[in-house]
T-cell receptor, first 113, second 111 residues
Framework: EAQVTQNPRYLITVTGKKLTVTCSQN?????MSWYRQDPGLGLRQIYY???????DKGDVPEGYKVSRKEKRNFPLILESPSPNQTSLYFC????????????FGPGTRLTVL | GEDVEQSLFLSVREGDSSVINCTYT??????LYWYKQEPGAGLQLLTY?????DMKQDQRLTVLLNKKDKHLSLRIADTQTGDSAIYFC???????????FGTGTRLKVLA
């Protein structure tokens, strides 16, 4: 089944404790992206990647890192999480064109205490 | 910077038409999209329109684009209870693969 998977689905952590949220897709997509969803703010793009070793900042990259060492994986790293990073995070992937459908993962709900 | 705005809520009766509106600020937008998010799920693409088009129809969905006013709308004909969800408009700009999403409109369909 074609899908985007994220792990973990739920995470509660404490300020300053490094964490990684994994994202994997099995559709051979070039484009991958991370978003955060907050009430009243909609979705905001954190980082995106056009292909292996090619990443670029979205609208809200501060406090996040990403890497794209393999085509299928695009982990999101929070080196020192803070409470304002409590949010619902989505990973998405698509073929490279802007007219191509972005497929979204199921989301990761992160709480930073 | 770019900004995409939507009203937060819309309530309609089953069988009526729904119209969800969106305004954007970036005049160099190339593609504009409508996504649907059902409770507890990720987003799914409903439809998109290229910026040189005025209208696109896909079954019960009609997208209208007014480039002069930077206004995008999604009309859902014969709205059903299964259409209850949050609807997001989004845009991308020529030369970049950065997506700008709106705040989302929560559609509630009353039986």
């Amino acid at each position: 089944e074609a899908q985007v998977t994220q792990n973990p689905r739920y995470l509660i952590t404490v300020t300053g404790k490094k964490l990684t949220v994994t994202c994997s897709q099995n559709m051979n997509h070039e484009y991958m992206s991370w978003y955060r969803q907050d009430p009243g703010l909609g979705l905001r793009q954190i980082y995106y990647s056009m292909n292996v070793e090619v990443t670029d900042k979205g609208d809200v990259p501060e406090g996040y890192k990403v890497s794209r060492k393999e085509k299928r994986n695009f982990p999101l790293i929070l080196e020192s999480p803070s409470p304002n990073q409590t949010s619902l995070y989505f990973c998405a992937s698509s073929f490279a064109g802007l007219a191509d459908t972005q497929y979204f993962g199921p989301g990761t709900r992160l709480t930073v205490l | 910077g770019e900004d995409v705005e939507q009203s937060l809520f819309l309530s309609v009766r089953e069988g009526d038409s729904s119209v969800i509106n969106c305004t954007y600020t970036d005049s160099s937008s190339t593609y504009l999209y409508w996504y649907k998010q059902e409770p507890g799920a990720g987003l799914q693409l409903l439809t998109y329109i290229f910026s040189n088009m005025d209208m696109k129809q896909d079954q019960r969905l009609t997208v209208l684009l007014n480039k002069k006013d930077k206004h995008l709308s999604l009309r859902i004909a014969d709205t059903q209870t299964g259409d209850s969800a949050i609807y997001f408009c989004a845009e991308t700009t020529s030369g970049t693969y950065k997506y700008i999403f709106g705040t989302g409109t929560r559609l509630k369909v009353l039986a």
